[in-house]
């Protein structure tokens, strides 16, 4: 028996779904590319695409709604967000912007020149984009482990010092606008960073006046993960080993569509007094004004009640054992899933599954074509689709993780949902030799295009056997 402790909520309100058949699924997913981002979510059934704004709200964050002060300058929603912000985070500016990356753009405009480069814990594709955008070379100086979907390291977001430093001394700390720090690590499946690894990263990048921003999206599964994980820690709350984890950091970036339970929304929280009103100028061209930063007021006041019932331990604990539960079943039926489980998705090896395929057939994307067509059940590629071209060669990069990821959207599905995901996975894997052949691209747009890139079986009609 796989634990499934009763979520610690109960539902108010529904939103139906659809099924569909296989027929059906086959039409809509050609007709979209072979591409399941382009489908309609209508014809999706159970959709893990990504947890990324696909939360429910909790009553108490659309209560929150009707208190939007939808003030232009100075709204009372701004305060009470600011003051959630500060007091879960720990840094004094808050920066309000309308997602992540409207954050990512900021901080890589205000830090980044032509030809200077930026280390960090594997990439994720938005915030790499933006760094490359303003003329930076990204390093990948995770550990070895990161790249390894066997690996049971427990912190497999950790950085590699020496990798670090190694990019310290060939590109020189002048030429280092800031290291990039994600927790827990996107890209390969939603894996913690310990508040060891994290605080030496600083120690080293400080001695050489270097500041560390941090991807905060999920810097609370983050803190559960180090709560259950790293030695010391064990007795600590939630909420204290978050603000453990940003304590030693220069600032953050943060897209609050993932902990904080929001729809929409993020920020940019510094230190530094001069950076912050730097990142304010910026703000007010690309994102709004300072006090809203693109957001409702509304928005503001969901976000503040969702930081504060995101580092609930009964919450955080359920969320990643759906999770845990999911992937304990895949890896039980032989799936071959990413060790250890992720705070936010599991993540089938792809390259393992179809090891019959080649690489530029892009074994992910067409697994997760084959998902689709299954059972209506929509993940999305993390391999070689979503990494994209090298800009200096434009040739396709090729990382080491192929895979298939399945992002599950925080207190949405039931265990009978996540039941249906696993039978259906397990089903396809043991009949994977029915998918005869991968994809093409007929269509690559230059940037992050694994969302709107169209492709076409390398031959036939189908990626199945006819
Ligand atoms: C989602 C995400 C971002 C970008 O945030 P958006 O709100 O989607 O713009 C940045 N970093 C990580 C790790 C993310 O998961």
Redesign the pocket.
């Known amino acids: 028996m796989i634990a499934y402790p009763p979520e610690p909520w109960r539902i108010k309100m529904v939103e139906p779904i659809r099924a569909t058949t296989r027929a059906y699924r086959e039409r809509a997913l050609r007709a979209a590319g072979w591409n399941p981002c382009l489908l309609r979510s209508e014809d999706v059934y159970v959709d893990l695409f990504t947890d990324?704004g696909t939360n429910a709200m909790s009553d108490r964050q659309w209560s929150a709604l009707m208190r939007g002060d939808e003030a232009y300058a100075g709204a009372r929603s701004f305060y009470v967000f600011e003051e959630a912000v500060r007091a879960h985070y720990g840094y004094p500016h808050v920066i309000p912007v309308h997602?992540?990356?409207g954050g990512e753009n900021i901080l890589s405009r205000c830090l980044i020149r032509p030809g200077t480069h930026v280390p960090g814990n594997m990439y994720?594709p938005?915030?790499r984009a933006h760094q490359e955008l303003n003329g930076a070379t990204f390093h990948d100086v995770i550990i070895d482990e990161a790249h390894d979907p066997v690996s049971e390291h427990p912190f497999k977001g950790n950085v590699d010092l020496d990798k670090l430093r190694a990019v310290l001394d060939a590109c020189g700390p002048a030429n280092i606008p800031y290291v990039s720090v994600?927790a827990t690590v996107?890209m390969a499946g939603g894996q913690p960073i310990s508040v060891a690894n994290l605080t030496e990263v600083c120690e080293l990048a400080h001695h050489h006046g270097i500041p560390v921003f941090l991807?905060t999206?999920r810097a609370v599964e983050n803190a559960w993960f180090v709560k259950q994980r790293e030695p010391g820690w064990a007795r600590r709350s939630v909420a204290e080993i978050l603000l453990a984890l940003c304590a030693p950091t220069d600032g953050a970036v943060m897209?609050a569509?993932?902990d904080s339970f929001a729809n929409i929304g993020?920020w940019i929280a510094l230190r530094d007094a001069e950076l912050a009103e730097q990142a304010r100028g910026l703000v007010l061209l690309f994102e709004g004004l300072h006090t809203y930063g693109g957001m409702a007021g509304r928005d503001m006041e969901a976000i503040a009640q969702g930081i504060a019932e995101s580092v609930e331990e009964s919450m955080i604990a359920a969320r990643v054992a759906q999770l845990e539960y999911l992937g304990r079943r895949l890896r039980d039926a032989g799936v071959p899933v990413l060790r250890p489980i992720g705070g936010h998705c599991v993540c089938i090896d792809a390259a393992a599954t179809l090891a019959h395929l080649p690489r530029d057939q892009f074994p992910g994307q067409t697994l997760a074509a084959a998902v689709y067509v299954d059972a209506g059940i929509r993940g999305v590629e993390r391999g070689a689709v979503s990494a994209g071209r090298d800009p200096l060669t434009g040739r396709n990069r090729f990382p080491a993780l192929e895979l298939l990821r399945l992002a599950v959207p925080r207190r949405v599905y039931t265990r009978s949902h996540i039941d249906h995901v696993a039978d259906s996975v397990i089903g396809v894997h043991d009949h994977r030799d029915a998918i005869a052949r991968g994809l093409t691209f007929t269509h690559e747009p230059p940037h992050l295009r694994f969302f709107q890139a169209r492709f076409a079986p390398v031959a036939g009609a189908s990626i199945f056997a006819e």
Do not use: L, V
């Open positions: 990324s997602q992540g990356r994720f938005s915030t994600a996107n991807d999206a897209s569509k993932k993020g």
